[in-house]
């Protein structure tokens, strides 16, 4: 079925997007809840059952598969409660009700549904003939839900391991097959062979005879390759992947992958032209596989969607996106944190997005799992770490432990922000005499890292005034570069004006292109890289600083055609991005002559 609306919104942070569907799915749009914190779930899942006058029956850690179960019982309240609004929002047609009416202009202007509704109601308001349309052609968004990968810490009763299925990730993944939602997991984060292994035991992921998987996958990639070795990987499993959703490496908000230099254009271009290949190499695996295991065999072919995000910024960007690459939907995230009835974010913080600009935003060290993390500068969780730090107490009490997953000190692992970690780890240090500006940069190292599997879900804690004892009132929070552009909290007519081009929510002028932005980052990227390897560069590092700067050369010569070649896109812009253009290639240029001359040395 086509979708309502041509954006998605993505999951954002841990709680920034927590109860989004119950706020936007009656009007047809989809969005994404993050899995990672099943105690914070079971905070919202009481408030709104009081809210909602639904009875509430507390899922203690003292109950067996307590994770799972408290996943699967807020997904079922968050889906009752969404499937009430929509079927109000269409029962109330024939009132004429503010909800229908905001449904209908919201969608875009080419919607087949839009103009119906305009042809219908020009002659008058019929509110039985509104009631049946409605009931036929309105349709709900997805409550789709998030895990990473690789946030997947092995549990204890004690001191005894409990058995893998029920390690962090799994217990989630179990928590959304065992619910009642017909939706999609979105995998991040890579490849996790165990869980992606463990998706096969549950049936809601197989065909029915017409191709109808309750449960969909939608795979997060950052290029063609990565989505061929896993969407075969599940295919091997029996498993198909309905969506690939590309997402540009660094020019995106939370954690940032930057691979090895490619960037978001040349990316698309790839999944373009090699879509059909993408489907018959993997349609083809993933039959066997049902043939194999006595499963149902579609009667029609398999199909997937292929959708991107990261910095979009405009309804040109937008609709480019859409058309040239033959895109089926573009997520639009960080503006949508400036959205309250889209997003849930405490009003401090809401109020540094809004005034944030391009020095405020910055890619970090900061998160546990060692990935780049894009940070807003004085966020209220760093302000919390340094006081720690200035009273000689570094690290988190890490009261969640949802990435505690460093065994260098002990098995059951620790997180890398938490106080016991960096207590060892500073103690280590202190033995090996090192110089003192030296000691220093390690230690910087240590003491870098946040709790942001707290801080990123207790601004939902404060924007619903929840109980934040074990907590803290400390918010981490991971906007995209593309926040600098956006000045104002904005209504959700405000948002999907802009993002269908009715109006102009972005507050300067001087806001680059998406592509420019995100070539931009990449090379202030390279060029911290080569800083870092100028004292001694090893083989590998050599290798990688290559790679990634002749990728970033090939981005700029696809940038070059394209931006001379297109026809009705980007014509106000077309002469500046071919200088900014230029000057990068000047740029890149003179950082491959001082990779080679550290190579040299």
């Known amino acids: 079925m086509k979708k309502t609306h041509s954006f998605h919104i993505p999951v954002m942070g841990i709680g920034f997007t927590i109860d989004t569907p119950l706020k936007v799915a009656q009007y047809g749009m989809d969005s994404v809840i993050s899995l ?33 179960k408290r996943i699967t019982a807020y997904l079922n309240l968050i889906s009752d409660l969404a499937e009430q609004k929509f079927e109000s929002l269409k029962t109330m047609a024939s009132e004429k009700s503010d909800a229908l009416l905001a449904y209908v202009n919201m969608l875009p202007d080419t919607s087949k549904a839009k103009q119906e509704f305009k042809k219908l109601t020009s002659n008058g308001f019929n509110a039985s003939e509104i009631k049946k349309w409605a009931s036929i052609k309105l349709q709900m968004g997805s409550i789709d839900v998030n895990i990473m990968t690789k946030v997947d810490k092995d549990n204890y009763i004690k001191n005894e391991k409990l058995e893998v299925k029920y390690n962090d990730a799994h217990a989630a993944l179990r928590g959304f097959a065992n619910s009642k939602l017909s939706s999609s997991v979105v995998l991040s984060a890579g490849m996790n062979p165990r869980l992606f292994a463990y998706m096969a035991q549950f049936n809601d992921f197989f065909p029915d005879k017409n191709g109808q998987l309750k449960k969909r996958i939608i795979l997060k990639v950052s290029d063609y ?113 400036l959205v309250p009835e889209a997003t849930t974010v405490d009003s401090e913080t809401l109020n540094k997005l809004a005034k944030a600009k391009e020095e405020d935003l910055y890619l970090s060290d900061i998160s546990p799992l060692g990935v780049p993390f894009n940070n807003l500068k004085n966020n209220t969780k760093d302000l919390e770490k340094q006081a720690l730090i200035n009273k000689g107490r570094p690290g988190s009490s890490c009261p969640k432990k949802f990435v505690a997953l460093n065994n260098e000190f002990k098995d059951k692992g620790m997180c890398t922000a938490s106080r016991e970690y960096q207590f060892n780890k500073i103690k280590n240090l202190e033995k090996q005499n090192l110089l003192q500006a030296d000691h220093l940069k390690q230690y910087n190292k240590i003491i870098e890292k946040s709790c942001t599997c707290v801080g990123l879900g207790t601004s939902a804690l404060l924007a619903y005034n929840l109980d934040t004892k074990v907590e803290g009132n400390g918010v981490s929070i991971c906007p995209g570069p593309n926040m600098a ?54 083989k590998k590092e050599e290798k990688y600083l290559k790679t990634f700067s002749e990728n970033l050369k090939a981005g700029i010569l696809y940038y070059q055609d394209l931006f001379q070649n297109v026809k009705h896109s980007f014509e106000d812009i077309r002469l500046t991005v071919l200088k900014n253009l230029e000057n990068s290639e000047l740029i890149l240029n003179k950082i491959c002559f001082e990779i080679t001359e550290l190579q040299v040395k």
């Open 36 to 68: 990672v914190d099943d105690i914070l779930l079971e905070k919202l899942r009481k408030m709104y059952s009081d809210k909602f006058e639904v009875s509430y029956h507390e899922i203690t850690d003292k109950i067996e598969d307590f994770r799972a």
């Open 225 to 337: 390759r990565s989505a061929l070795i896993q969407g075969k990987f599940l295919a091997k499993k029996g498993l198909w992947v309905s969506e690939y959703r590309i997402e540009s490496g660094l020019n995106c908000g939370g954690h940032a992958f930057a691979t090895d230099g490619y960037l978001l254009g040349p990316v698309l271009s790839e999944f373009k032209v090699k879509r059909k290949e993408l489907q018959d190499t993997i349609e083809a695996v993933w039959h066997q596989e049902l043939i194999n295991t006595n499963r149902t065999i579609p009667e029609k072919r398999a199909t997937f969607k292929v959708s991107a995000q990261g910095g979009v910024g405009t309804d040109e960007e937008h609709t480019f996106l859409l058309n040239h690459y033959n895109l089926d939907s573009v997520g639009w995230g960080s503006p949508f944190l």
């Open 485 to 538: 552009y956006y000045d104002k909290t904005m209504s959700l007519e405000n948002i999907t004006d802009h993002i269908y081009g009715r109006a102009n929510m972005v507050s300067r002028s001087d806001r680059p292109n998406l592509f420019i932005k995100e070539l931009d980052i990449y090379i202030d990227y390279l060029k911290n890289k080569m800083e870092d390897a100028k004292s001694s560069m090893s």
